[in-house]
Each structure stands twice: as C-alpha cells, then as structure tokens.
C-alpha cells in the first residue's frame, strides 16, 4: 500500500513558475514509476509527465514539454513536477500517482494523491 500527498500549488501569474512536490509512504517507491495529471474544471484528468522507476527515462505531454520537469528522488520519496512559463491554460488541480509503467493512461496507474490546486491568472 502507498500513500502520496501532494504539495506546492498556488495562485501564479501569467509566465511564473510553481513546484509541485508528492511525498510517498511506504518501501515500493523506488520499484514505481511516478507521474503527474491535472484536471481542469468540466475537463477529463490527463496526462503532464511520468518518469520510470529507472528514473532515466521521462515523458511529457506536448504542451509542457520544454516548460515542466519532472524528478524522483528514491531516498527522500518524493516526486517533483518544476513548472515554468505558466499559462491560464495550466489551471488545474494536479495529481500524484503511482503505477508499474510510466503510461500517459490514468487508469494504468494504482496509487493517486488528493491533488493540489494551481491556478495561473492572466
């Protein structure tokens, strides 16, 4: 079993940057891969970033690419989403979850934080 728990969301303006953290319990943190989603309001969730459990390979969805980073760090357990250049669009409440593969499909994934807000003003 695993428990995350994000943190780090905020109000922004338009071309600021946020980071977003996801603390893990438990020992199978390093065995998981890791990504970020985000819901906007009336929206599906989809897919930000995810990086494998090797922690070398990472992907990201088009319209964050070259914007967001995602990091693990298999000692501390946590997970981190660096986003910057922030755009109205990014407005969302951004998820933590946990799954074998590193999938852009939400329900590949097994284990979900309770989210955090990120609004970006204009």
């Known amino acids: 079993q695993m428990t995350l728990v994000e943190s780090g969301g905020g109000l922004v303006q338009t071309g600021g940057s946020l980071r977003l953290s996801c603390a893990a319990s438990g020992d199978a943190f390093k065995d998981l891969a890791m990504a970020w989603f985000r819901q906007a309001p009336g929206k599906e969730r989809e897919f930000v970033a995810t990086?494998?459990?090797?922690?070398?390979?990472?992907m990201y969805e088009d319209s964050v690419r070259g914007r967001f980073i995602i990091s693990a760090d298999n000692s501390k357990k946590t997970v981190e989403l660096h986003m910057n250049s922030l755009k109205p669009e990014d407005t969302a409440i951004y998820y933590c979850?946990?799954?074998?593969?590193?999938?852009?499909?939400?329900?590949?994934?097994?284990?979900w934080g309770q989210g955090t807000q990120v609004t970006v003003s204009s």
């Open positions: 990086v494998a459990r090797s922690r070398g390979f990472r």
């Open positions: 979850a946990a799954g074998s593969l590193p999938l852009t499909e939400a329900k590949k994934y097994d284990y």
